[in-house]
């Protein structure tokens, strides 16, 4: 995928989940079973994982460079990364420390959306800010996934929201089949 086309679909995708989420009643977005996130705590993981990569990308790129290095590797396509992702998942990984969502009332829904959009469209104006060589070789941290390139990072951003947005259709369509 080209920056162009990241950055497009990035945002699409966070724009969808922010609507999708505004149009849940409150029970809907309350809604939380076995332990799972509701549609509101899945809202405040994404923008936990959001926030910390535009502070990352907010440093200039040589400091960057300097505290993680750059890529010995050929990176991973979007294809490769979800792969790679589905696959921690399933051997147990899950969100831990920072990125561990708190109970979000319907209240706070609205802001957490603008925020969350507000977050999406700095990092958007930061990747527009790479060369496309940059992205490849830079590499930063994630959580799970060990050290990624930037190009990785954005294609992880991209599915995640996707992952969330989905976990939290399954989980109300789950319920709804029940009643």
């Known amino acids: 995928m080209e920056k162009r086309e990241m950055i497009e679909v990035l945002i699409k995708n966070y724009t969808d989940f922010g609507k999708y989420i505004h149009s849940l009643n409150e029970e809907d977005f309350l809604y939380a079973a076995n332990g799972n996130w509701s549609a509101g705590q ?3 993981h994404l923008h936990k994982s959001v926030k910390p990569l535009n502070q990352i990308l907010m440093l200039p790129s040589f400091l960057i460079t300097l505290i993680f290095g750059k ?3 050929q990176g991973r396509t979007y294809e ?3 792969i790679k992702y589905r696959g921690k998942l399933e051997k147990g990984g899950k969100a831990s420390g920072r990125f ?3 109970k979000i009332n319907l209240e706070h829904r609205n802001n957490m959306i603008k925020s ?3 977050e999406v469209q700095s990092l958007a104006k930061k990747i527009e800010s790479y060369f496309e060589k940059q992205l490849e070789t830079m590499v930063i941290p ?3 996934l060990g050290k990624l390139t930037l190009k990785e ?3 992880f951003t991209i599915y995640h929201v996707e992952h969330h947005h989905q976990l939290v259709k399954k ?3 789950e319920r709804n089949s029940l009643q």
């Open 171 to 173: 989980y109300l369509s």
């Open 42 to 44: 899945q809202l405040d």
């Open 71 to 73: 890529s010995n590797r």
């Open 116 to 118: 969350l959009d507000k």
């Open 80 to 82: 490769e990364l979800v």
């Open 142 to 144: 994630h959580p799970l």
């Open 153 to 155: 990072m954005i294609y």
């Open 100 to 102: 561990v969502p708190k």
